[in-house]
């Protein structure tokens, strides 16, 4: 079930200078019951007392309501760097396969879902614990306009890279905002990918070709076992299909991929469901990445979740840093996926998601290398 639906936050914090916002009041007037902190700096830290572990959980409690300066953010396509390349360095040589695109994050610090390998805990755990709503959209819509205006061609922009774009939307409302907006805007396009059902604002509006939706998705014994809390593999499915009959662009991202004991037959119902129920663009494949000091965070906070993925025999040696399985499991993974996907439409786009160049190699004439979730392309 999804229980972004539900949310409720133990106190929020608002920042004194965005007080008088209307945006900030708006969202203050639904939790009429919910204690409220002015605070004078957005920089800080209400469960320093706490282990990063306990103020990981915690933390998905608290909402901050504020300001950013900085909404929107190049993505260059180099998801790491090799440790002997300078910091100041424009040259990608993180070896692992990704697409250049802009960051779009109105909402920061986390969501109000415990995904065992999301990354975002880890990156986010230098942070203040707190989920935060920047409320100044104008800033937001300025800085949208200048990145397109001074790119060429399609251009993206990812809501879904460091956030769930639609798990509280019914509190930000911020996708009545944006899919009108960037319907005006002929080469923007705004990709929105999320593990929720909640789509209740997106029914509503008038769909466009800008605005992408797309599921992560996985076997739901993977949901149940490490995406506690998020939509069902169903609800995840069926949301789907009522953007696409509403007429919204649809794609599906099958990543983290694991191997399990079973995963092929779980993986197989997953795809017919999948290509049966919808007609998805592209289809985007990806399997479990993760630093080694991720396991010791997931493992204190998330208990056996966290002992559990940890078991799984992933080995050191990718060039981002991350843990992984070894390379022929994983060309085994995506060769079975792309087998089952291409038997129900030999022609659907297929991406891989954040991979290595020996298995970008060995899959070279199975996917469109230059077609993934995150970016848009000239067809």
Same mark, same amino acid.
């Given at each position: @079930?999804?229980?972004?639906? #539900?949310?409720?936050?133990?106190? /929020?914090?608002?920042? #004194?200078?965005?007080?008088?916002?209307?945006?900030?009041?708006?969202?203050?007037?639904?939790?009429?019951?919910?204690?409220?902190?002015? *605070?004078?700096?957005?920089?800080?830290?209400?469960?320093?007392?706490?282990?990063?572990?306990?103020?990981? /959980?915690?933390?998905?409690? /608290?909402?901050?309501?504020?300001?950013?300066?900085?909404?929107?953010?190049?993505?260059?396509?180099?998801? =790491?760097?090799?440790? %002997?390349?300078?910091?100041?360095?424009?040259?990608?040589?993180?070896?692992?396969?990704?697409?250049?695109?802009?960051?779009?994050?109105?909402?920061?610090?986390?969501?109000?879902?415990?995904? !065992?390998?999301?990354?975002?805990?880890?990156?986010?755990?230098?942070?203040?614990?707190?989920?935060?709503?920047?409320?100044?959209?104008?800033? @937001?819509?300025?800085?949208?306009?200048?990145?397109?205006?001074?790119?060429?061609?399609?251009?993206?922009?990812?809501?879904?890279?460091?956030?769930?774009?639609?798990?509280?939307?019914?509190?930000?409302?911020?996708?009545?905002?944006?899919?009108?907006?960037?319907? &005006?805007?002929?080469?923007?396009?705004?990709?929105?990918?999320?593990?929720?059902?909640?789509?209740?604002?997106?029914?509503?509006?008038?769909?466009?070709?800008?605005?992408?939706?797309?599921? $992560?998705?996985? $076997?739901?014994?993977?949901?149940? $076992?490490?995406?506690?809390?998020?939509?069902?593999?169903? %609800?995840?499915?069926?949301?789907?299909?009522?953007?696409?009959?509403?007429?919204?662009?649809?794609?599906?991202?099958? &990543?983290?991929?694991?191997?399990?004991?079973?995963?092929?037959?779980?993986?197989? %119902?997953?795809?017919?469901?999948?290509?049966?129920?919808? =007609?998805?663009?592209?289809?985007?494949?990806?399997?479990?990445? *993760?630093?080694?000091?991720?396991?010791?965070?997931?493992?204190?906070?998330?208990?056996?979740?966290?002992?559990?993925?940890?078991?799984?025999?992933?080995?050191?040696?990718?060039?981002?840093?991350? @843990?992984?399985?070894?390379?022929?499991?994983?060309?085994?993974?995506?060769?079975?996926? /792309?087998?089952?996907?291409? $038997?129900? &439409?030999?022609?659907?786009?297929?991406?891989?998601?954040?991979? !290595?160049?020996?298995?970008?190699?060995?899959?070279?004439?199975?996917?469109?290398?230059?077609?993934?979730?995150?970016?848009?392309?000239?067809?």
């Amino acid at each position: @079930m999804d229980i972004a639906k #539900q949310f409720k936050p133990e106190t /929020i914090l608002l920042w #004194q200078q965005a007080a008088d916002c209307p945006e900030a009041k708006r969202i203050i007037s639904l939790f009429p019951n919910v204690p409220v902190k002015l *605070i004078e700096h957005q920089n800080i830290n209400p469960l320093q007392n706490l282990s990063m572990a306990k103020a990981l /959980i915690k933390g998905k409690r /608290i909402l901050m309501l504020g300001h950013s300066s900085s909404f929107v953010g190049y993505f260059e396509g180099n998801p =790491s760097r090799l440790p %002997e390349q300078n910091e100041g360095s424009k040259t990608n040589t993180s070896c692992i396969h990704c697409r250049p695109y802009y960051k779009l994050v109105p909402i920061s610090n986390g969501c109000p879902y415990c995904c !065992t390998y999301c990354y975002l805990a880890f990156v986010y755990r230098k942070f203040s614990p707190f989920i935060k709503v920047n409320t100044n959209y104008d800033i @937001m819509f300025k800085q949208i306009r200048k990145a397109l205006k001074e790119s060429t061609g399609p251009v993206s922009f990812n809501m879904g890279e460091m956030l769930d774009s639609l798990a509280l939307d019914h509190i930000t409302n911020l996708t009545a905002l944006l899919v009108p907006f960037f319907a &005006d805007l002929s080469r923007a396009h705004l990709m929105l990918l999320t593990k929720s059902s909640n789509i209740d604002n997106l029914l509503k509006l008038a769909p466009n070709r800008q605005t992408i939706m797309s599921w $992560s998705l996985n $076997s739901q014994k993977m949901i149940d $076992s490490f995406e506690p809390g998020t939509a069902s593999f169903d %609800e995840r499915i069926n949301s789907a299909l009522a953007c696409q009959k509403a007429g919204y662009r649809i794609r599906f991202r099958i &990543d983290p991929g694991i191997i399990y004991s079973g995963w092929q037959n779980d993986y197989a %119902e997953l795809i017919k469901k999948m290509m049966t129920q919808t =007609s998805p663009e592209n289809i985007t494949l990806g399997m479990l990445r *993760i630093l080694p000091g991720h396991f010791n965070l997931i493992k204190q906070a998330y208990r056996n979740r966290g002992k559990i993925l940890s078991s799984y025999l992933l080995v050191n040696g990718a060039s981002d840093f991350k @843990m992984r399985f070894e390379p022929q499991k994983r060309i085994q993974f995506y060769s079975f996926l /792309i087998d089952a996907i291409r $038997s129900f &439409d030999k022609n659907i786009s297929i991406g891989l998601c954040r991979e !290595t160049p020996d298995v970008c190699t060995a899959l070279k004439n199975r996917f469109n290398l230059n077609q993934c979730n995150c970016i848009v392309w000239n067809n």
